[in-house]
């Protein structure tokens, strides 16, 4: 099971940080530099109000598939051809639901035009999302890691050729950008379907009622659960546009400190997906599985922690290297959110867990309290600081579903709690901290103080095992198990 995991987040870690590195500092940052931050803000608005109602998608089907398919892939005929479905009647309600929240939030011509290509990205991204938790589930886990990174590396070549490519003598406009991402969504939608008709043995695709009412009763709380962490995950930028009195301006800077957050939070969303059919099929086994939830928790909270700390020591520096607009209106989100990746990480290990085994309920619970904590702070702190403001709001949030996870796993679970693992984290992060401050006060230029402060982190990690890259290569390396 280790290895197992070990060999595929290896192999993901390493394809999706090489494209997903280039897409959001080579493609994504300079399409706003060129665009500018108001019409880039106008996009990115859109972006996260589009992503809201998602959950009118999928309502909680691609969570309920994975941890069913894992624990017996035959499912897969029986399921796919019922959710697919029940999937198509729900992209109607998708449409009406949002075109309606637009309305009445006031939307503009304009928006509402680049909003209909936005949902339409939404619907294939989430149907692809779907045809993944096929994928995964049967366990072909490095096909699914490859999938995963597909669509952002042909977006990434249709967008070079648009940006450096010569193709146009007109400048690049921001709808150019939502439409390169509809065809790699549409390309990788296919590839997908194609993919688990093929490999999962489906013939035919026959509705039963009775089927579709057990998936329809059973998929309810995933859909609970995706939909609070989505609102309290995206709400921020729209609630940003749509209060200020210069709100398109003021999301493009949020995006600016947004986007690298989004970037590193890749990661645990990353382990998070692997993990969750490795445990949904074990714990389906009745094996135990804090020993992995213990491992890919070494294995995530040192790197992001020490990422986390040096990034928010240096946030306008980061963002002047960035950008070429101010960034002034950025720095202060920017370390908030940068701080916010230490309890996301934390909350793709432990939410994991709880989702695996069951505790959806709990889980529901959870993201209930962390979205009527970031809703309140936002409309609390956003009239008076803008982006500072919902940053706050979003570490807040992700604070208590970390926490209240944790506690959750702790009560409900065997218990993975290591005392000693805990205080070391803790003294990573602050030998990491006090690292890049004492640089400060030296005025070391910061280049060399930022990978100074990585080494010093890096080094205590080594130390006191918090991370064992050795013990890890040694584990791919054996010729136990299959992959």
Request: proline share 3%; charged share 10%; net charge positive.
């Amino acid at each position: 099971m280790r290895r197992k995991f070990l060999v595929n987040i290896v192999f993901l870690l390493t394809v999706s940080l090489i494209i997903k590195a280039f897409w959001v500092l080579g493609i994504d940052r300079t399409v706003q530099n060129i665009a500018g931050e108001e019409a880039y803000g106008f996009y990115f608005s859109l972006f996260s109000f589009s992503v809201i109602f998602t959950l009118v998608l999928d309502m909680g089907l691609s969570g309920f598939n994975n941890r069913a398919v894992s624990a017996d892939p035959s499912r897969v005929r029986l399921y796919f051809g019922n959710v697919l479905l029940l999937r198509l009647a729900l992209t109607v309600l998708y449409f009406a639901v949002t075109l309606t929240a637009a309305w009445l939030m006031g939307y503009s011509g304009s928006q509402i035009s680049l909003l209909l290509i936005l949902m339409l990205n939404q619907f294939m991204a989430s149907l692809t999302l779907w045809l993944r938790s096929n994928i995964s589930g049967m366990q072909y886990l490095i096909l699914d890691s490859l999938l995963s990174v597909a669509d952002r590396l042909l977006m990434i070549i249709i967008c070079s050729l648009l940006l450096w490519g010569g193709l146009t003598d007109s400048p690049f406009r921001i709808e150019w950008f939502v439409w390169s991402q509809t065809v790699a969504y549409f390309t990788v939608m296919v590839i997908s379907f194609v993919t688990v008709i093929r490999r999962g043995g489906v013939s035919a695709i026959r509705p039963d009622m009775a089927v579709l009412k057990g998936i329809i009763v059973s998929g309810l709380p995933y859909a609970f659960v995706v939909f609070t962490m989505t609102i309290y995950w995206r709400i921020d930028s729209v609630l940003i546009e749509r209060i200020l009195s210069d709100g398109a301006v003021q999301a493009g800077y949020y995006a600016q400190a947004f986007r690298l957050f989004d970037a590193f939070s890749m990661i645990p969303v990353m382990f998070g997906g692997l993990l969750l059919p490795i445990f949904s099929k074990e714990h389906a086994a009745g094996n135990d599985i804090t020993p992995l939830a213990s491992m890919a928790s070494g294995m995530l909270l040192a790197p992001v922690g020490i990422i986390a700390v040096t990034a928010a020591t240096f946030p306008e520096e980061i963002l002047d290297l960035l950008y070429t607009s101010s960034v002034e209106s950025a720095v202060q989100p920017f370390r908030l959110l940068m701080i916010t990746l230490i309890p996301v990480g934390l909350t793709y290990i432990y939410s994991t867990m709880l989702t695996a085994a069951g505790f959806i309920r709990q889980l529901g619970i959870i993201t209930s309290a962390a979205l009527a904590v970031n809703l309140s702070l936002n409309m609390l702190l956003i009239p008076s600081f803008a982006g500072t403001g919902a940053a706050a709001a979003s570490l807040a949030a992700q604070l208590i579903v970390a926490s209240l996870s944790i506690i959750t796993v702790h009560r409900s679970m065997k218990s993975v709690r290591e005392p000693r693992r805990v205080a070391l984290f803790i003294l990573l992060l602050l030998v990491t901290l006090t690292a890049g401050l004492v640089c400060r006060t030296l005025q070391v230029p910061w280049p060399l103080a930022a990978a100074l402060q990585l080494i010093a982190g890096a080094s205590w990690a080594l130390v006191f095992r918090l991370v064992e890259p050795l013990k890890s290569l040694k584990l791919i390396l054996e010729k136990r198990g299959s992959i």
